[in-house]
């Protein structure tokens, strides 16, 4: 099993833009995917990617303002997120499966603690 940290959330005003980082430990030849869960809210998908990173997909809200990607090098995966709107405010978890990509979170068995994203307007 790997561990997962993510890191890189904070507070940005609408417009604004982050970039969430996922420091897995142990192997990288894993299927990775980022969630995300509003107060209130079901988890829902995000984007993921796979292992080779030759293949991306995203729900439609991140399509055009989000962008997934890993340095398998360093272990590490990466969700660019620009344009931010506030219905964006989220806690964002990575996770990894060694399965091919899916959008369901029940596919995923190592997920990270979260990093909170809150975007003001």
């Known amino acids: 099993q790997v561990q997962l940290v993510e890191s890189g959330g904070g507070l940005v005003q609408a417009g604004g833009s982050l970039r969430l980082s996922c420091a897995a430990s142990?192997?990288?030849?894993?299927?990775m995917g980022w969630f995300r869960q509003a107060p209130g809210k079901e988890r829902e998908f995000v984007a993921t990617?796979?292992?080779?990173?030759?293949?991306?997909y995203y729900a439609d809200s991140a399509k055009g303002r989000f962008t997934i990607s890993r340095d398998n090098a360093r272990n590490t995966v990466y969700l660019q997120m620009n344009n931010l709107k506030p219905e964006d405010t989220a806690v964002y978890f990575c996770?990894?499966?060694?399965?091919?990509?899916?959008?369901?979170?029940?596919?995923?068995?190592?997920w990270g603690q979260g990093t909170q994203v809150t975007v003001s307007s």
């Open positions: 142990g192997r990288t030849f894993y299927t």
């Open positions: 990617i796979s292992w080779s990173g030759g293949r991306t």
């Open positions: 996770a990894a499966t060694l399965s091919a990509s899916s959008i369901r979170g029940s596919d995923y068995n190592s």
